[in-house]
């Protein structure tokens, strides 16, 4: 397999790879700054990356992750902590990070290239659309809707019901009780829009 992205998302990426028998390839990364990661040396030569099926995309970013998803690769697994704790009803794609200690109950739906990040919970019938984050700790109650890209941020909890808008961020520690439209930046309890990020 080989990893695109050498930041600390991409360590957590490559130890649930390595967990889960992968051979790490190669790592590589845009900034040609970073010169190894783990214990893993990073190159920054796009031309032999382009070349590689087996890709995956280890960047934190949702933006980044939607934009080297339409240059590379072909085949792209999903990488899921053996801790995760996932019912047999999920429609998963492609793509995926599900980190330790996560629990995803019945029903739910998920896109390609979402973080589901560390501890994090998905009730019954959510719908994750691609490019996603759900940062750690976010409880999702049931039937939540996140679309395309969104972020939500860690700790944060969401009623269920709710929309959360194509890439909208819910900040830190948020409580969403109604809709949320998109590109929204959200804070607090209960959460108020304070921008828009387009
Ligand atoms: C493994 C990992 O590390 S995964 C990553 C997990 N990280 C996260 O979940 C981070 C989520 N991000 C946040 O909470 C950010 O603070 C954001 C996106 C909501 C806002 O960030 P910015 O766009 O830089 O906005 P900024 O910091 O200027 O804040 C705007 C206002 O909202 C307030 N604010 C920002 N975040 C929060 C928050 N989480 N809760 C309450 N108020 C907040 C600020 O105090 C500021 O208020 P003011 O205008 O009265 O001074």
Not at 26 to 51: A, I, M, P, Q, T
Not at 70 to 90: C, D, M, Q, V, W
Request: with cysteine; hydrophobic share 40%; charged share 20%.
């Amino acid at each position: 397999m080989y990893i695109l992205g050498a930041g600390g998302h991409a360590k957590v990426v490559i130890e649930i790879a390595e967990l889960l028998g992968y051979e790490i390839a190669g790592v590589f990364d845009h900034n040609k700054d970073v010169k190894d990661v783990l214990n893993y040396s990073v190159s920054h030569d796009f031309d032999v990356f382009s070349k590689h099926k087996n890709v995956f995309f280890a960047l934190g970013n949702n933006r980044n992750r939607k934009k080297n998803s339409e240059s590379f690769g072909i085949n792209y697994p999903n990488l899921i902590h053996p801790s995760a704790i996932i019912t047999k009803r999920i429609d998963l794609g492609r793509g995926n990070a599900v980190m330790a200690g996560v629990v995803i109950n019945s029903s739910v739906r998920i896109g390609d290239f979402c973080i589901i990040n560390t501890s994090s919970s998905l009730d019954h019938d959510c719908e994750i659309e691609d490019f996603v984050h759900i940062s750690p700790k976010a409880a999702l109650a049931g039937n939540v809707k996140v679309k395309e890209g969104a972020q939500i941020g860690i700790g944060a909890c969401i009623k269920q019901n709710v929309t959360i808008g194509k890439w909208a961020v819910i900040g830190a520690g948020a409580v969403i009780i109604e809709d949320v439209p998109d590109y929204a930046v959200v804070v607090g309890n209960p959460g108020k829009v304070v921008k828009y990020c387009y």
